[in-house]
């Protein structure tokens, strides 16, 4: 069965520090791979998707940025945090590419900047 | 405007009862999908049920069923015999065809299961 790991939980850091979350999914390949921003209390407002290594898609322009390395790995990075950036990421895989294609999340990293 | 619109902030419901949560979507593309996640109080998004705009029957998961309304573009989730660990933020996402990669979704409702 498929599984998706996303590290850390919890993170805190200082304005202006680097940034780097990671996520890989196992058991399946050539995954399409998705971050996503919960702000608190909302909905979630989709960041940056992959179809294929090295190929990234970004939705929102803003400080953050992403990368494939791999098939199943996909992280998130920031060289300058913001205060603006905190909230709760969350990575999403799924395969196809129909109005059916259904998203399935990691457990999320909660990111506070202070 | 606002593509999804989930205007129940917060429900409560009694164990055992059934639980509507309402959900109401805009789109001018003929070809979409619909969607509802559980977010309990851990962060994980958890799929629940999908209904495709052609789709001619409601779909149905278990104690999931979604009140699919076309004509009125809604895609009410309906959970009957709601259990303690029901409670969570509940989320409608829509996908439309032509923006293949962009799953929009509402602003979420919390769901309290009463015992």
């Known amino acids: 069965s498929q599984t998706i790991h996303q590290w850390p939980a919890t993170l805190v850091q200082p304005v202006g520090s680097p940034l780097s979350l990671e996520c890989t999914v196992e058991?399946?390949?050539?995954?399409?791979l998705y971050w996503y921003r919960q702000a608190a209390g909302r909905g979630l407002q989709l960041l940056f998707y992959?179809?294929?290594?090295?190929?990234i898609s970004s939705e929102v322009p803003q400080n953050l940025s992403a990368s494939r390395p791999q098939d199943r790995q996909f992280i998130l990075s920031s060289k300058k945090l913001l205060l603006s950036d905190s909230g709760f990421y969350l990575c999403?895989?799924?395969?196809?590419?129909?109005?059916?294609?259904?998203?399935?999340f990691g457990s999320g990293t909660q990111l506070s900047v202070l | 405007a606002q593509k999804i619109t989930q205007t129940q902030p917060g429900m409560f419901v009694q164990e055992k009862e059934a639980v509507t949560l309402d959900c109401t979507y805009d789109?001018?593309?003929?070809?979409?999908?619909l969607f509802w996640y559980k977010q309990p109080s851990s962060g994980e998004m958890i799929f629940l049920i999908y209904?495709?705009?052609?789709?001619?029957q409601n779909a149905t998961e278990g104690r999931y069923s979604l009140n699919f309304q076309k004509a009125r573009k809604s895609a009410n989730l309906v959970i009957s015999a709601s259990q303690l660990g029901d409670s969570a933020m509940y989320f409608c996402?829509?996908?439309?065809?032509?923006?293949?990669?962009?799953?929009?979704f509402g602003s979420g409702t919390q769901l309290t299961v009463l015992p």
């Open positions: 209904q495709g705009s052609y789709d001619q």
């Open positions: 789109t001018s593309d003929p070809s979409y999908g």
């Open positions: 992959s179809v294929g290594i090295g190929q």
């Open positions: 058991g399946t390949s050539n995954p399409n």
């Open positions: 996402a829509m996908r439309e065809a032509n923006s293949a990669r962009q799953l929009t």
């Open positions: 999403a895989w799924s395969n196809g590419a129909g109005d059916d294609e259904k998203l399935f």
